[in-house]
């Protein structure tokens, strides 16, 4: 009812705002701004909002994400009173963006629905480079006339803007963005850098061009795509140590893909080589047009296209680097989960740790000793500032709770640590600062000895998306994290150092709404210490990109929120006990998400608005000149288990690691004529979204008009074992030899596959058939035999014929699964089972088996209908 609107919602909101701040009442009003004044942060803001609708139940469902770009009281309350008198709003959950630091729900696996500490779904999962062939698709947008700004460095973007405008994309060169733009290919990562900083300003050019992106893509299709050289394998395996500081490129592009769902998106790192610009440029347009689904893809001089993925593997138990009473500096590993960490660790290894943070260690208010909660202490600082006259805004009275906690939380990590067997100081400087932090280091080797271990976590956060980010909260986020670990690389440069640790995120992996300068510094951080490990082999060196920690951040309104996302929170013990595994692992791995599986594009914040992922294709004669034998009335007919091939390249585009274990329920929704095939093609769109466990992907085929043609589930996972057994026996009469391809079948040249039918009866139909290899079909990455499994669909037509007495013409497939082969030619059998016969329709199972015996393909639940009689 109208109760809670109005003057009513004013108070309602005030008194949640100051019993979750703790700020008197009296010192709040409607007009202070939540962030600036009030230091509410967005995780204090899904709490306050939580609260609110407990409190009043007939408030407006409102879009959480349209709250979290309010700044004041007031203005929240204009907005909840306008949503109330729209009676309509689509009920929406809290966005990632209100998530602690790289917790996005969305990309973290399945995890216990219980909200107790339950580890069974944590684990270990390091990044990998993997071969990724070409799957044939373009980019959307690109053949179906986007215009594309293509900037960068002028020689490299002229040259692509070039080449792409050949293949009759509508493409140009731009100094800067247009305002209305909504599609850019940006080369700035292809730039020659002079040093570090030119590198890493280039994240922040870049970041710009995606906040001037952001007006126009945050609720439309279009495409950003970022270009670097780093190797051509992200940073993997690869020395350099001037042009990795720009490799936050792909972190960035992966929150566009949160926080813009309907754009498409890519970060490509290609390796120059001695490539010219224009060779380059064909190279990128053979990606861009003919590459797939992939978001980040590293492509090799040497013509390698790999892209990156995260496999559970756990660590491998050896030897510590570390000496006891060796020294190991810590940023940030005073407070937080860093300490908990650190003092874990210092039991195992007894060194000398020295602390660095910003914190002053000043002496406490004595009015606030033996209080411990931070209300008591802020009443008792709020009490004697009145009593001395003093006049308070919130912001202050909240520094100086802050202060107090913090040089506690400082003394119990100092003193934790010393209880474990270690030792340990602390120490006041800016990471960030490389002239106090040099100094500050040269009194710790005077008094301590070298320095052997180097861990970097330091890292603040300023949640806000891309488009309402603005420079200052970029930089004061991406410097802590990539300026400081600068910093503390140029400070031990000389310091015989056996271990360097960067604390990551797994927003770096994944991506982040809210946080795209978080997930960028994270992603630099990762890479320079692949780069830093090829260049020194003896470091054992370890980027570990944390999920969600219990504690810290994580209130009970927003662990309750990850509970029912699935995301599983890493309790502080364990998070430590894994802290201390990986510092004695000696596997390869350097980079490792830690937490729940990291699933890059899976399911989004509430499953309603999961990101669809599409692609582009052009079927014409030059692509597709088998098709000419399989036309009715002379237009080509795309054949239904082509589209079957199709859907599984593009899953496998979009799933990087993951294999399609079967197409369920392919479906000819209205079949695809071709009537441009011989006169510049025709285009088709692929779409796939997340279906509801995630597991599979829900897919269409749909034409440039947005019709859907074709659609089906794919399965995706690690494929099972092959059925094996005997087929059932069929009793077969002879074929009476009747010409298949003059009378029977439509199917001409490359689709005359039937090579002999062994028999027929009303129990089914078997043949021997040609496949791909052996039809004369071009040499391809064939994921299936297509040629094969439609010799065996024109096997179901003739069983039709036979028992609905005339044509028909496949409509459904309920299962199509299929096997690795051990040689890829040879004489195949196919038998169609009947499974059911009615008065217009057949419905049959296809089994297709190898020269062996060995059945390599299954097409399940096959119908077919008869066509009207002419």
């Known amino acids: 009812g109208p109760s809670t609107l109005g003057p009513d919602l004013k108070d309602l909101l005030l008194s949640v705002v100051a019993e979750k701040t703790g700020f008197p009442l009296d010192m709040l009003n409607p007009e202070m701004d939540l962030e600036a004044d009030l230091g509410v942060d967005s995780i204090k803001r899904v709490e306050i909002l939580a609260t609110l609708d407990e409190r009043a139940p007939d408030l407006p469902k409102v879009d959480r994400a349209r709250l979290t770009s309010l700044h004041t009281l007031a203005e929240i309350v204009e907005y909840l009173a306008a949503a109330g008198s729209t009676a309509e709003q689509r009920a929406q959950g809290p966005g990632p963006s209100e998530e602690s630091p790289g917790q996005n729900a969305a990309l973290l696996g399945p995890g216990p629905s219980t909200l107790g500490p339950d580890t069974s779904q ?3 999962y390091p990044v990998t480079l993997t071969d990724a062939p070409a799957s044939g698709f373009a980019m959307p947008g690109l053949l179906s006339g986007l215009a594309i700004a293509v900037l960068g460095p002028e020689a490299e973007a ?3 803007a070039t080449e792409l405008a050949a293949r009759g994309v509508n493409a140009s060169f731009q100094a800067e963005l247009p305002s209305d733009c909504r599609g850019c290919i940006d080369l700035s990562g292809l730039a020659t850098t002079a040093n570090r900083d030119a590198a890493m300003a280039i994240n922040q050019r870049v970041f710009a061009h995606a906040r001037s992106l952001a007006a126009n893509l945050s609720d439309a299709e279009g495409l950003f795509v970022s270009v670097q050289d ?39 790192d290609i390796e120059r080589g001695d490539r010219s610009s224009a060779e380059l440029a064909v190279a990128l347009a053979d990606e ?10 590293a492509l090799g001089a040497d013509g390698a296209r790999r892209t990156l993925i995260s496999a559970a593997q756990p660590a491998r138990p050896g030897e510590s680097v570390i000496q006891p009473g060796e020294v190991v500096v810590v940023s940030g590993g005073a407070r937080g989960v860093t300490a908990a960490c650190i003092a874990a660790w210092a039991g195992q290894v007894k060194a000398q740790f020295v602390l660095l943070g910003r914190t002053e260690l000043s002496a406490e208010p004595s009015e606030c000793a033996g209080l411990r909660s931070a209300g008591e202490i802020q009443q008792s600082l709020l009490n004697s500032a009145k009593a001395r006259g003093e006049k308070l805004t919130p912001a202050v009275l909240a520094g100086r709770v802050q202060q107090v906690l913090a040089v506690r939380e400082i003394e119990q990590t100092l003193a934790a640590i010393r209880t474990n067997g270690g030792q340990a100081r602390y120490l006041s400087v800016a990471v960030d600062d490389q002239a106090a932090l040099a100094t500050a280091l040269d009194k710790v080797r005077a008094e301590l000895g070298p320095i052997i271990g180097l861990v970097h976590a330091a890292g603040v956060l300023a949640d806000k998306r891309i488009a309402e980010k603005t420079d200052e909260q970029y930089a004061r986020v991406f410097d802590t994290k990539v300026r400081g670990l600068q910093s503390l690389l140029a400070a031990t440069a000389d310091d015989p150092l056996k271990l360097l640790c960067v604390f990551s995120s797994v927003s770096a992996r994944c991506g982040n709404t809210g946080q795209a300068d978080y997930a960028m510094a994270n992603e630099v951080l990762n890479k320079v210490a692949q780069s830093q490990r090829a260049r020194r082999p003896e470091l054992r060196v370890k980027a570990l990109g944390w999920g969600p920690w219990e504690g810290g951040m994580v209130n009970p309104a927003l662990r309750q929120r990850f509970a029912e996302l699935g995301v599983p929170m890493i309790p502080l013990d364990t998070g430590a006990q894994m802290f201390v595994a990986e510092m004695a692992d000696n596997s390869d791995a350097i980079e490792v998400v830690l937490g729940g599986e990291p699933r890059p594009q899976a399911l989004l914040s509430d499953g309603a608005d999961a990101r669809a992922e599409s692609l582009e294709l052009r079927v014409s004669i030059l692509s597709h000149d088998y098709l000419t034998g399989h036309a009715v009335n002379g237009q080509p007919v795309v054949p239904a288990v082509l589209v079957a091939e199709w859907l599984t390249r593009a899953a496998r585009s979009f799933r990087p690691g993951q294999s399609v274990v079967a197409l369920h329920d392919l479906r000819v929704l209205k079949g695809i004529t071709l009537p441009g095939f011989s006169n510049g093609g025709d285009l088709l769109r692929i779409e796939a979204r997340p279906a509801a466990d995630g597991r599979r992907l829900a897919m269409r085929l749909v034409d440039l008009n947005g019709v859907p043609r074709y659609s089906a589930e794919a399965e995706l996972g690690q494929p099972g074992p092959r059925q094996s057994g005997d087929l059932p026996e069929l009793d077969l009469e002879a074929w009476d030899g009747e010409p298949l391809y003059r009378d029977l079948l439509f199917h001409r040249g490359p689709f005359e596959l039937i090579e002999q039918v062994a028999g027929i009866s009303d129990q089914g139909i078997r043949a021997q058939l040609r496949g791909v290899a052996d039809a004369g079909w071009p040499a391809d990455d064939w994921q299936l035999d297509v040629a094969a499994l439609d010799g065996g669909m024109q ?13 028909n013409l496949p409509t459904q497939i309920a299962e199509l699964r299929s096997y690795p082969r051990a040689e890829a030619g040879g004489p195949i059998t196919a038998t169609a089972y009947s499974r059911q016969v009615g008065r217009s329709a057949t419905t049959t199972d296809i089994v297709l088996t190898d020269a062996r015996g060995e059945r390599f393909a299954e097409l399940l639940g096959v119908q077919n209908h008869a066509l009207p009689s002419a």
């Open 158 to 160: 002229v040259a692509l």
């Open 288 to 297: 861009l047009l003919a590459g797939g689904g992939e978001i980040e893809v």
């Open 122 to 124: 944590l684990g270990r």
């Open 795 to 807: 096997l179901a037509v003739l069983f039709g014929q036979r028992m609905l007495g005339g044509p």
């Open 230 to 268: 780093t190797g051509g394998s992200f940073s993997i395996s690869n020395a350099d140590s001037e042009r990795v500081w720009l490799a936050g490129l792909p972190a960035l592009i992966k929150t566009c893909a949160l926080e813009w769902p309907r754009a498409a998106v890519k970060a490509i």
